[in-house]
Each structure stands twice: as structure tokens, then as C-alpha cells.
């Protein structure tokens, strides 16, 4: 890919001056409800969370001010934090070009305003571009487009002095490093007051976007008049991941064919696969339709050659909705000829090692991973890697 995509700047965490405070330590008053019984359910949740090492509990910011910016939103209108005095905010600094850890980020505040039900009215969710070279009104839209946020944030940009300056008021270290973005995937919560109450970093696993949710959830809740009822009440214990070594039926993202008999699609040991992950958001930083289609030329050689089949796997855990995904296969105006499945969990790309979107796996007939690359290549890549590796010593 020639666009850059962020990483996640987990070293520059160590210039956050809040992380004074030891990360995940100050879990909030978590979410509403009462009694001994709620207190017992709250304490084991935050426990099993505490061992969780793919979800932070957040680090307590005490109460200071949150430092004012005033930026440009998708729709080119002036916006400043303070503005939104009175109602409880997530702010988050991410990539406008992202394709790893920012729609992970996006995910888990859009889910958190979702558990609230009618009280996610009292909560404004707030972007700002973390991406140097992608700082126009027209970034900032498509990636709100791509996701399914444009109506349900302000994802905020501006000249890149403005930009800088709010970076280096929240301490957020944003690099290019090899042609890629490096940022710090901060979001903080800010309450009625315009003060600063949690930080939370978040990690790269694509099981924990709902986890993460619940638990931004609840520390808003904490803050909202009431304390309104979080809608989720899932565990916070570490999810497994789903890898090659797992026998796995996953709903298909198109109509039954003879790739994905009955709706769904198998993966797991006893053939070789090339396991291609991909998200439909990818259109914004890639020619999505063209790489779908002309993997098509290696579907066919494989079928031809004995190659590994391909397989392709949505991440639907970072899509607006399984249909986005069905609905976008539908008007490519061809047929693909390989299956496409859905992972609406997100187990099976952290059971792949999945770092980045696309990200291409093959794995032998036993489940061992061969070979991973992050990023399009083109049919005849692909073809070359399937040989090399099938001549490879096991």
C-alpha cells in the first residue's frame, strides 16, 4: 500500500506525563447499580480485566482541566472542546488514513455511547486527526464515511499548527517512521465540566472492541446524572483467539455457492489456505473493488495448479454492520471466485496474528503458519509465495 498507515506507538506511551498514574489502576465507580451483590460483580469484572493484557481499565486523570482547541469538523464548521460543556466526552486522536488500530478505537466509543441507550443523547463523541499528511476536511470525512461515523461524531482537523498544538496538549507523539504513521491511541474521557477523568490506550485485538466498550460505558455512566444503565455486562476475562489450528464454521458473507456451501465457510487444518483479511473501510486508502476482483487470477491458478485455495475473511467486528459487507460484495458487478466469511467476533484475526488490514496468512494442510504479509500484493506475488513455501521444509 502507498498510503500510510498507523501503528501502534505503545513506546511512546512513556512520554504521556498522566501515566504518572499506573495504567489500568483507577477503574471509576464502573457502571450503575447497587447493593452488595452489584459491588461483588463489578470487583470480580475489574479483576478479570486487570489480567487481561488486550484491554485497559483506563488510568485515573484526577479532575484537571482539559486544555481547549478549536479545530475544523467533517463538514468544515469551527468546533472547540469547551462547546460541548455539559455533556460527557470521548475524545480520541486518531489516523485519518488508518487501517490497524484507529477503527478498533472508533468501534469501541460508538459501541460505549451505544450501551447507554437514551442517555448516549448526554455524550458527544470527538476525533482529532493524527495524521500529518492527511489533514484536509476531505480525509476527515472519508474516513467518517468509510466507517459509518459521519453523523456520529466530529472527527476534528485543521492546519497542521492547530493540529500540533492540540497533540502536544494532550501528549500525543505522532511520528512518520518508514513511510508509516506512529501515534499514541490515546482516548480520554472528559466530563460535564470540561476535566479530565480517564485515559485508556488501546491494544490491538479485535476480540476486545466490545470489552473496551463496556468498560468506557461504564465510566460514563459514572459521570451521567442517574448513572444510567450499561446495556452490556459481559466479562472482562482475556478471549482467546481462533487460529489455523482451529476447526472453524463462519457465516459467509455472500449467497450459498460451491465456495461456501449452506452460508458458511470452513477454515482450519486439513488443507493448506491463503487466509486474506480484509474490511470494507479499505476503499478509502485503496482500490478495494480491483484487489477483490484480481484476486480472482489467483483463485483460478490454484484451482489449476494445486495451490492453497484462497479464503477471504471480513472483519466485521470493525464494520458498521454485516450487511455494509454483504451489500458492498454485492455491487462489485462480478462474481468473486473464492469464498468470503464474516469474523463477527474477531477471535479469528487475533487468532491469525492479524496487525493491520489487509493482512494475508498461508497455512499448511496442519494448521502451521508459513508465511503473513501485511498489505496488497498482486496475483502473481501471491502465486510466487504459495510456491516457495509449498517447497519450503516444513
Known amino acids: 500500500m502507498n498510503r500510510f498507515r498507523v501503528r501502534v506507538a505503545l513506546s511512546a506511551v512513556a512520554s504521556l506525563s498522566v501515566l504518572g498514574v499506573a ?17 461483588s460483580q463489578a470487583a ?37 472542546l469547551s462547546q460541548f460543556r455539559g455533556k460527557v466526552v470521548m475524545l480520541s486522536f486518531e489516523d485519518s488514513e488508518c487501517t490497524t488500530v484507529c477503527p478498533l478505537t472508533t468501534q469501541s466509543m460508538l459501541e460505549a455511547k451505544q450501551l447507554l441507550g437514551a442517555a448516549g443523547e448526554k455524550v458527544q463523541l470527538v476525533g482529532v486527526d493524527a495524521n500529518p499528511d492527511a489533514t484536509s476536511v476531505a480525509d476527515v470525512l472519508a474516513y467518517s464515511r468509510a466507517h ?36 499514541t491511541p490515546a482516548l480520554f474521557v472528559i466530563d460535564q465540566q470540561g476535566r479530565e477523568r480517564k485515559l485508556y490506550l488501546t ?72 487466509v486474506v483479511f480484509f474490511a470494507t473501510w479499505l476503499s478509502e486508502v485503496s482500490d478495494l473493488k480491483s484487489e477483490l476482483i484480481g484476486a480472482n487470477a489467483y483463485a483460478a491458478a490454484a484451482r489449476r495448479d494445486g495451490l492453497p485455495q484462497l479464503v477471504a475473511v471480513d472483519e466485521t467486528v470493525v464494520e458498521p454492520s454485516a450487511q455494509t459487507v454483504r451489500s458492498y460484495l454485492q455491487n462489485l458487478g462480478t462474481s468473486l471466485g473464492y469464498p468470503v466469511a464474516l469474523d463477527t467476533t474477531g477471535r479469528v484475526a487475533d487468532g491469525y496474528g492479524v496487525q493491520d488490514q489487509p493482512w494475508f496468512t498461508l497455512v499448511s494442510a496442519s494448521g502451521q503458519v508459513l508465511w503473513s504479509h501485511d498489505g496488497w500484493l498482486a496475483p502473481s506475488a501471491l502465486e510466487a509465495a504459495a510456491r516457495h513455501a509449498a517447497r519450503s521444509p516444513a
Open 44 to 80: 470480580m469484572s475489574n479483576a478479570a480485566g486487570m489480567s487481561n493484557p488486550d484491554l485497559d481499565l483506563g488510568s485515573s486523570l484526577g479532575s484537571r482541566p482539559a486544555p481547549d482547541f478549536r479545530l475544523t469538523n467533517q463538514f468544515g464548521q469551527p468546533m472547540s
Open 203 to 274: 491494544q490491538m485485538a479485535y476480540s476486545s472492541i466490545g470489552q473496551s466498550a463496556q468498560v468506557l460505558a461504564d465510566e460514563v455512566a459514572s459521570l451521567l446524572p442517574g448513572h444510567p444503565h450499561v446495556a452490556s455486562q459481559q466479562s472482562l476475562a482475556s478471549i482467546s483467539g481462533q487460529g489455523p489450528t482451529d476447526r472453524l464454521t463462519l457465516p459467509s458473507a455472500t449467497l450459498p455457492s460451491a465456495h461456501s456451501a449452506g452460508g458458511t465457510v470452513v477454515l482450519g487444518p486439513g488443507q493448506p489456505r491463503l
Open 23 to 39: 495504567a489500568g489502576c483507577g477503574a471509576g465507580s464502573g457502571s450503575a447499580g447497587s447493593g452488595s451483590a452489584a459491588s
Open 148 to 183: 459509518g461515523m459521519v453523523n456520529q461524531w466530529d472527527f476534528l482537523t485543521g492546519p497542521l499548527s492547530q493540529l500540533k498544538a492540540a497533540w502536544g496538549a494532550y501528549d500525543i507523539a505522532v511520528q512518520i517512521e518508514k513511510g508509516q504513521i506512529d501515534h
